[in-house]
């Protein structure tokens, strides 16, 4: 098994907001970088987007020319998880849904070779049980970035039941070379920063579903009365609101507890397609037209 600083391949599935900064972070700490999305269009958009964004830093010094441009080329786009062969780490970054990634972790033990660790970055499913879907429960750990991962400051590991003691060490000390600073969780429903953002999040829904207040006024009074930088409402829509109800469904099938169901406000826009910033309208709107779902 490679060690963090003989991590030199790394294979990112998933190309969306995740995958890309994931992307972009692994190809400037001087890795090579196989992106491999089922959407060609979203490797169009995520190459476009990492490269803007490491050309950005660039412009402002962060970075020189050189490396910038070095990152971009680091990047190579693959069509097929065969492509990933090669990496000596994997990080899965697909749809938040345990039986398309169990799927998934099936064929990369299959394909990958055998001293590769595979990590994924769910925000909520059970690093245990999407181990067991493999024939290396040791070599599978979660990495959980947070969203914009070339702009958060952290990593949530998250040990599965068999994850080894070389293996966490080898992807605390990989999360260090990415600049990141590390907790650690054990495999419990939402782990650490989930388990406890995403009640507030559904609490914040159920005040605008049960019409407390407007949606400015739910996230001002966060914002300005708990200091925190953004409101639930507009954090709900920058983490994806598809993403949110996966979390909550995860907490509350795991951890039994009613409090944790989702708010009908929350699956009504989910099931209108109104999943965010990604897709320009969640809680607002991000310059297309609203629909006729009403808070
Ligand atoms: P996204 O919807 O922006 O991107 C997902 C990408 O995966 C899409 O481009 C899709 O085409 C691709 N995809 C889906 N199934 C695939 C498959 N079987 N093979 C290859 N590609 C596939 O989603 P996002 O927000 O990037 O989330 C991805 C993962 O990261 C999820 O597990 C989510 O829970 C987790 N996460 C999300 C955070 C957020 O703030 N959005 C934060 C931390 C983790």
Redesign the pocket.
Known sequence: MATASEIAAVGV???????SGIAQLAAAAGCAVLL????PA?LSRAVASISASLRRLAAKGQLSQAACEDSIKRIRCVSTVQDLRDADLVIE????NED?KKK?FVELDKITKSSAILAS???SISITRLASATKRPSQVIGM????PPPIMKLIEIIRGADTSDEVFAAVKSFSERLGKSVICSQDYPGFIVNRILMPMINEAFWALYTGVATKEDIDTGMKLGTNHPMGPLQLAD???LD?CL?VLRVLHSGLGDNKYSPCPLLVQYVDAGRLGK?RGLGVYSYGQKSSSVKP
């Open positions: 599935i998933g190309a969306g907001q995740m995958g491999l999305d089922a959407d979203a970054a697909i749809v938040e398309v998934l970055n769910t925000s959980r970035f947070f969203n920058f983490i994806g993403v996966s990604k």
